[in-house]
């Protein structure tokens, strides 16, 4: 099986700082990769640096085309990388803000991401609109409404929606339920078990919260200082963590 | 066939947040499990009997030897590899239920199917035929089970293993907390996955049950490193 995702040698600095280095995995259809570590240790620049909003110093990633297997994107022209960007990659933003077009209506914010793709038909994109409103729980009723007056958690399910309305392969979070109560955060978690389950999108997930990765990463990788120190099944991470590090963050846990 | 091929298997634990402790588990432990057998693996607490089967489902690492489920090799294979050994091949009954808190029991133990790719419709019509046999009242189905009983969840448990007919089933103390009626409703569903060919290992600590559905046992005291056996 060809991975969708192939990561070499990953490297990225900043002066004399290491953002993070030395990065290599493979991610295949259908799975979720759990990025976890603290604050600083390279999990956000790893993640930049893969969808394409960082460029790294060295390495490749390598990703299975639809069109023509697989190419390195980091070789590949601005316009090709945007293009992809807008069709088979999403980004989910930790602030929904980031994401979502704030001035622009729930329906506008999700068929904006279809014109980019060539939809023209207004029926068309607003139904479509409508149904992704519908899979992410948010009433038809608002299709009209700004996100500014949208709760936290529905605004994050809208930037959800908006970025898999184009039915994406790959779609890369950044602390998707930070800052979300915790019972917004279990709706979300199934929305988006469900999506990657029912769709076979694989993943990206960079958090500080294991009990998001237990839950919702097959796989995860452990950051340390802007190194990768362990990585494995998520269960077995955890349950059986063998760096010195991981042993740490895993006792370090609120049992609740 | 041996569905279950386990050869001089170790297991260390090494607490670096501990000053570095070293604790060796397991040496040495051999076992083979073919097709239709029903292994109890027993031992005094600490004999590493939930470390086994942990190390078999791929959750705890190995020190060394070789552990070949249905042919593939856990201690060496990816965790591409390992996930799709657990979603075709080999199942767990756990003492615990981790779920996320609002996904109705209904679709808790469907999900293993889903996760195959059967449709929603059937995947749920199996679910409903567990949760029936095992007594778990209809207008519970829709609820979350992280509010129900430790009975109820164990039974959402056993109906979660077993929704799916693995060839290969591991199962931590099945019965435990569950009334004689439920109790014999698990031990029939044990029997009938075991003639139907599942490689089935388990922690019975019910004498009665395990002489009821093992077709064999196997004490891990003489495992464990540095003791007297």
């Known amino acids: 099986m060809t991975p969708l995702l192939s990561v070499k040698t990953l490297r990225k600095t900043y002066g004399a700082h290491v953002g993070c280095t030395d990065v290599s995995f493979d991610l295949f259809p259908g799975e979720v990769m759990g990025i976890v570590g603290e604050s600083g240790s390279g999990k956000t620049t790893l993640l930049n640096c893969l969808a394409g909003h960082l460029t790294p110093d060295r390495g490749q990633v390598i990703f299975d085309t639809r069109a023509d297997g697989p190419r390195d994107v980091l070789a590949m022209s601005e316009p090709e990388r945007r293009m992809l960007g807008r069709t088979d990659w999403a980004f989910v933003h930790q602030h929904a803000r980031d994401g979502l077009r704030m001035n622009v209506s729930a329906g506008g914010n999700v068929g904006e991401r279809l014109m980019a793709v060539g939809a023209r038909h207004y029926g068309a994109i607003r139904a479509q609109a409508a149904d992704w409103l519908g899979r992410v729980e948010i009433d038809a009723g608002r299709i009209d409404d700004r996100p500014t007056t949208f709760s936290g958690g529905m605004q994050q399910r809208l930037q959800i929606a908006r970025n898999l309305v184009t039915q994406p392969r790959l779609v890369f979070m950044d602390e998707p339920t930070g800052g979300l109560d915790v019972s917004v955060q279990a709706r979300l978690l199934d929305l988006l078990r469900g999506l990657v389950r029912d769709l076979g999108l694989s993943a990206i997930v960079v958090t500080h919260d294991l009990a998001v990765v237990r839950l919702l990463a097959h796989r995860l990788m452990v950051m340390k200082d802007g190194r990768v120190v362990e990585t494995g099944l998520t269960d077995q991470v955890l349950d059986d963590p063998q760096h010195p590090y991981t042993q740490l963050l895993v006792s370090s846990v609120l049992q609740v | ?229």
């Open chain 2, 1 to 229: 066939m041996a569905m279950i091929e386990i050869e001089n298997l170790s297991k260390t634990f090494q607490l670096h947040t501990q000053g570095s402790a070293r604790i060796d588990v397991m040496r040495d432990l051999s076992l083979r499990v073919e097709a239709g057998e029903c292994v109890a693996l027993t031992g005094r607490s600490g004999a590493g009997k939930s470390t086994l089967m942990r190390m078999i489902y791929g959750n705890y690492l190995a020190a060394g030897g070789s552990l070949r489920i249905a042919g593939t090799d856990v201690v060496t294979a990816s965790p591409h590899d390992i996930l799709r050994l657990r979603r075709e091949t080999m199942g767990y009954v756990s003492q615990f239920l981790r779920v996320i808190p609002r996904v109705p029991t209904i679709d808790v133990v469907a999900e293993p199917l889903l996760a195959l790719g059967t449709p929603t419709a059937a995947a749920r019509d199996r679910a409903a035929y567990l949760l029936t046999r095992l007594n778990l009242p209809e207008r519970l189905w829709r609820l979350s089970p992280t509010t129900f009983s430790g009975g109820e969840q164990q039974r959402v448990n056993i109906a979660r293993g077993f929704a799916h007919e693995y060839p290969v089933l591991l199962l931590d103390e099945p019965t435990a907390s569950l009334d004689p009626v439920n109790r014999a409703v698990v031990l029939d569903l044990i029997s009938a996955a075991r003639h139907r060919g599942a490689a089935i290992v388990g922690i019975f600590h019910d004498a009665e049950a395990r002489a009821q559905v093992c077709t064999r046992e196997v004490d891990l005291t003489a495992f464990v490193p540095g003791r007297a056996v």
